[in-house]
C-alpha cells in the first residue's frame, strides 16, 4: 500500500515541477495533493522534519495559489523577479541556522532518523518555496541544494521512488533556473525597450 502511495506522490510531484518551470497556477493544486500523500510517507519512515514541513506546505500551496491567481486576475503577470544580494545571503543564513536549530531539535527529542540531513531540507524547502510562491529565481537555486540532500537522504531510507523524484526534481529545477533566467532577461530587455 505505502509503494502505490509512493509512486502516486512521485506522479503528482513530477507533474507539480513540471507545471511550475511552465508558470502555471495548477502547480497549485497538483502540489497539493502531492504534500498531502508525502505526509503519510514520512510519518512512516520517521522523518519528522519532512512530515512538519508537508504540513507547512499545505498552508504554502494555499498560499502560493493565492498569490499566483490574485496576479492573473489583477492582469499582473506572472513575472519572474530576482533578489538583492542582501536579501539572498539573508535567506542563506536562514537557512543555515534553522537547520542547526531544528536539527539539534530532531536530535534531542525525537527519534528523527538524519536528523541534520532532515532539517536542512525541511528548512531550505520553506525558504525556497517562499521564494517561489513570490516568483524569486533564486528559488530554483534552494531547490538544487535541497534535492541534492534529499536523494541521499530518500535512499538512505531507501524510499526508491521519492529519490527517483528527487533526481527528477534536481534535473527539472536546473531546466527550471534556465527557463526563468531566460524569462527574466527577456522581461528585462524589454523593460530597457519601452
Known amino acids: 500500500m505505502l509503494n502505490l502511495i509512493e509512486l502516486t506522490a512521485t506522479g503528482f ?25 508525502f505526509i503519510i510517507i514520512f510519518y512512516d519512515a520517521k522523518l519528522y522534519s519532512d512530515l512538519v514541513l508537508h504540513v507547512i506546505y499545505i498552508f504554502l500551496q494555499f498560499y502560493g495559489w493565492y498569490s499566483w491567481t490574485r496576479a492573473d486576475a489583477g492582469n499582473e503577470s506572472l513575472d519572474v523577479k530576482s533578489l538583492a ?6 535567506w542563506i543564513a536562514v537557512s543555515a541556522i534553522g537547520t542547526i536549530g531544528l536539527g539539534w531539535t530532531m536530535a534531542s527529542w525525537t527519534d528523527a532518523s538524519l536528523p ?36 541521499w537522504v530518500y535512499f538512505t531510507k531507501e524510499l526508491s521512488a ?19 533566467q531566460k524569462q527574466l532577461a527577456k522581461q528585462r530587455s524589454h523593460e530597457i525597450a519601452t
Open 13 to 37: 510531484g513530477f507533474l507539480c515541477v513540471f507545471l511550475t518551470i511552465r508558470r502555471s497556477v495548477w502547480c497549485w493544486p497538483t502540489g497539493l495533493i502531492q504534500v498531502l500523500l
Open 85 to 90: 544580494i542582501p536579501w539572498l545571503v539573508c
Open 116 to 151: 541534520y540531513a532532515d532539517a536542512f531540507t525541511t528548512v531550505a524547502s520553506l525558504v525556497a518555496q517562499f521564494l517561489l510562491a513570490r516568483r524569486y529565481i533564486q528559488n530554483w537555486g534552494f531547490w538544487i541544494g535541497v534535492d541534492s540532500v534529499a536523494i
Open 162 to 180: 521519492t529519490a527517483v523524484l528527487y533526481i527528477a526534481f534536481l534535473i527539472l529545477a536546473s531546466f527550471g533556473m534556465v527557463i526563468w
